[in-house]
């Protein structure tokens, strides 16, 4: 898996070519927040950039996805969320999902950090058990990109 830190060091030298375009916020710094291993999935954070929010995910190497630019399920218990594969030769196969982009509506790196928390929070909770009658399977929950930020800000998902 790889590492955070690998992740920033790649991800800040990007920033440092991007510096000055529309799109980049200054006032915002590339961060990584709650980058962990999930069992059966492989690494998964929120990536913070000037210029973008992005849900990242590195595959377990093992994983059969499709190639480079197309879109692969990440499924967590909270639902499934649909990401864009990359390849790079520094950080090798991953997967990422917009969650905002661009930046310019974060004043500051603590509220992007809040948003990223709050984006953690939801795709990495447990859902509660449904009760439904025996005669009906449940229907699992895929909250799309959209459905995660209405229920992040208090509407229905």
Request: aromatic content about 8%.
């Amino acid at each position: 898996m790889l590492t955070g830190e690998a992740i920033l060091a790649y991800y800040r030298a990007v920033a440092e070519r991007m510096a000055g375009l529309p799109v980049y916020n200054p006032a915002l710094a590339v961060e990584l927040r709650g980058w962990r291993e999930v069992a059966g999935v492989g690494g998964v954070g929120v990536l913070i950039t000037p210029w973008c929010m992005n849900l990242f995910w590195q595959p377990l190497a093992e994983a059969e996805l499709p190639g480079k630019g197309e879109q692969a399920l990440l499924s967590l218990p909270s639902g499934d969320y649909e990401c864009t594969l990359h390849e790079d030769p520094t950080l090798g196969r991953f997967a990422s999902a917009s969650l905002c982009s661009p930046m310019q509506d974060f004043a500051d790196q603590a509220g992007a950090q809040a948003m990223a928390d709050e984006a953690l929070r939801l795709v990495f909770a447990e859902p509660a058990p449904v009760l439904e009658p025996a005669h009906e399977p449940a229907t699992p929950v895929n909250l799309g990109r959209r459905a995660l930020f209405r229920r992040a800000l208090g509407g229905a998902p």
